[in-house]
């Protein structure tokens, strides 16, 4: 009887991806790493994607979030859309200039 090798999943080791960043002040603690599949939300700090998005709106939709969170604040639910719009605005207004 013959013996299979396991099949291994992933990258192989010592293989790396091609990444493209994205840090600005207005994301705060967060960054963007754009790869050839997704668009990952990052502390600046962690290597790890805090999620996996199919866009760069995706991602600064979760950092606008993340901010907000951050915050730690008690608000009303319109007082919540307030906060997240006026954030989210503020980093469209960069986009589009």
């Known amino acids: 009887m013959?013996?299979?090798t396991p099949k291994r999943r992933g990258r192989q080791k010592g293989q790396t991806k091609k990444c493209t960043y994205i840090e600005d002040p207005l994301l705060g603690k967060y960054?963007?790493?754009i790869d050839e599949h997704s668009v990952n939300?990052?502390?600046k700090e962690g290597?790890?994607?805090l999620?996996?998005?199919n866009s760069v709106r995706g991602a600064l939709k979760y950092i606008v979030k993340q901010?907000?969170?951050d915050?730690?604040?008690t608000l009303s639910l319109r007082g919540y859309i307030t906060?997240?719009?006026t954030m989210y605005k503020d980093i469209e207004k960069l986009i589009k200039a």
């Open 2 to 4: 013959e013996e299979s």
């Open 31 to 33: 960054k963007i790493q």
């Open 41 to 43: 939300p990052m502390l």
């Open 47 to 49: 290597d790890k994607p």
């Open 51 to 53: 999620a996996y998005c």
């Open 67 to 69: 901010q907000l969170v």
């Open 71 to 73: 915050k730690q604040s």
């Open 83 to 85: 906060e997240i719009n």
